[in-house]
């Protein structure tokens, strides 16, 4: 079965510094893995994925991925954080593409003015 | 990508009673999927829902207690039946890539707070 870790439950930057939200995962299989983000009483929105192409994917809003499947790593990154960017953020993995979802914890991140 | 709409987008209800969740696609897709988001948490995939098929639950979920109807391809209903404040949570839809099944779209969910 797969799983994933979010190691941070909560992240805090200032505007303009850079953004690193991690996560690991734990899967017998090449995973699908997604970036989405959910802002305060809103749906959730896809920013990026990996579906075994290019190991760095880059999403929407400036932010980008990277898979490193020797570490099992996903991490989400942006060069510079906007006050925009403050919301809930999942990262999920899937062994079949686009169904049977597990999602991670989440993290929190809050942009500072 | 889809878009998603619910209804309700939030309600109050007593306890013992049922409330149906709709969610409504603006075009076919083959799989839609049912979630629950308990208070500060993240999301547990309820039941996927195929056209024309029983849903398929998953382990801790239940079709007498979260009942699902699939129709057509652009509409689903989820009921939350004999509620109790265990659960209050956000309930939320979501469909798969309109024929691309490498990723899931999400409705805006609804907030169901049970008293």
């Known amino acids: 079965a797969q799983s994933v870790t979010q190691l941070d439950s909560h992240v805090s930057v200032s505007e303009g510094t850079p953004v690193l939200l991690r996560c690991n995962y734990s899967?017998?299989?090449?995973?699908?893995l997604f970036w989405y983000v959910q802002h305060p009483n809103k749906g959730l929105q896809l920013l990026l994925k990996?579906?075994?192409?290019?190991?760095l994917v880059k999403g929407i809003n400036g932010f980008e991925a990277e898979f490193k499947k020797s570490e099992t790593s996903f991490h989400l990154t942006k060069p510079s954080a906007h006050m925009s960017d403050a919301a809930e953020y999942f990262c999920?993995?899937?062994?079949?593409?686009?169904?049977?979802?597990?999602f991670g914890p989440g993290t929190r991140l809050s942009v500072l003015p | 990508s889809a878009v998603i709409s619910q209804k309700p987008s939030r309600d109050i209800c007593q306890r013992g009673t049922s409330l149906t969740i709709q969610c409504q696609v603006d075009?076919?897709?083959?799989?839609m999927f049912w979630y629950r988001q308990q208070p500060g948490q993240s999301l547990t995939l309820i039941a996927t829902?195929?056209?024309?098929?029983?849903?398929?639950?998953e382990s801790g979920f239940v079709i007498d207690k979260f009942p699902i109807s699939r129709p057509n391809l652009t509409f689903s209903t989820l009921t939350v039946s004999n509620m109790s404040p265990e659960d209050s949570s956000i309930y939320l839809c979501?469909?798969?890539?309109?024929?691309?099944?490498?990723?899931?779209?999400f409705g805006p969910g609804t907030r169901l707070t049970v008293l």
């Open positions: 899967s017998s299989y090449s995973p699908s």
């Open positions: 999920v993995v899937s062994l079949t593409g686009g169904q049977n979802f597990v």
């Open positions: 979501s469909v798969d890539g309109q024929g691309k099944t490498d990723t899931q779209y």
């Open positions: 829902a195929n056209q024309g098929s029983e849903a398929t639950y």
């Open positions: 075009s076919q897709v083959t799989m």
């Open positions: 990996y579906t075994s192409a290019a190991t």
